[in-house]
């Protein structure tokens, strides 16, 4: 008979925290990311972009990091109402990169950590592993997302990032599961200047989440692409 892993003590949330911070920020503090809650880190020393890592609970006592771009003159969606994200508290994905959903072999296995609820988690009991610890999460998140943050270069090298993560091979959910992505990337298109190709791409998102959008809401969306076009208008002069 195979042996069972030994059980583990659960961890307290306060605990998990700690390990979390320990982890992730001994690896990305130094590269000038700066703490903004206890699973959040922000470098925003090329806004209008800031940079995130974010580690994530998942179903099952589960935590997984992923990381992206926030961009100070796109919006989110908030309910019906549209709200800017332009501090590092307030912070999103406007395009995000989550290994869960990469297609890579073996990457959502090391960045996967499972928190023992008073015993082995099932899936270590079936697999004979020990669960996967937060040191080897945030070394894996560092190496896979300091590679990633190397290709943002300004605002301009972003319709790239978009286009990359629009192609990618994914095992999860696809680009437009995430209702940032092409949000985002309409305005960066208008903020850039390609006008025609941006008002392509939110005509896409509208189709898809437009139902939600009243008159006002409408109205609001346009001044604030308003707004991105005349900020890339100023950047340009």
Known sequence: MTAEPPAIDRPSA???????VRSFGSRFEPLGFERVTDRKWVRSA???IRELVVVQALKGASYSPYWGI?????????GTSFRWHRTDRSALADLRVDPLDSAK???????????????????????GR???????????AHRHATAWFERV?????????????ERARSTRFDFDHYVQ???ALAFVLVALGSEEEGQRELATWLARHGDRLGHRQQDDLERRL???RDWGARERM
């Open 70 to 78: 926030s961009i100070d003159f796109v919006p989110h969606l908030a």
């Open 181 to 183: 992505h092409r949000l």
């Open 130 to 140: 020990s669960p996967g610890s937060f040191e080897r999460s945030a070394d894996v």
């Open 153 to 165: 270069d300004g605002v301009a090298s972003l319709p790239d990032l978009f286009r990359r993560a």
């Open 14 to 20: 306060a605990q998990i925290d700690e390990s979390v």
């Open 105 to 127: 072999r073996g990457l959502t296995r090391d960045v996967v950590v499972e928190v023992p609820l008073g015993g082995v988690s099932r899936s270590s009991r079936r697999s």
């Open 46 to 48: 090329g806004a209008p």
């Open 226 to 228: 308003g707004l991105a």
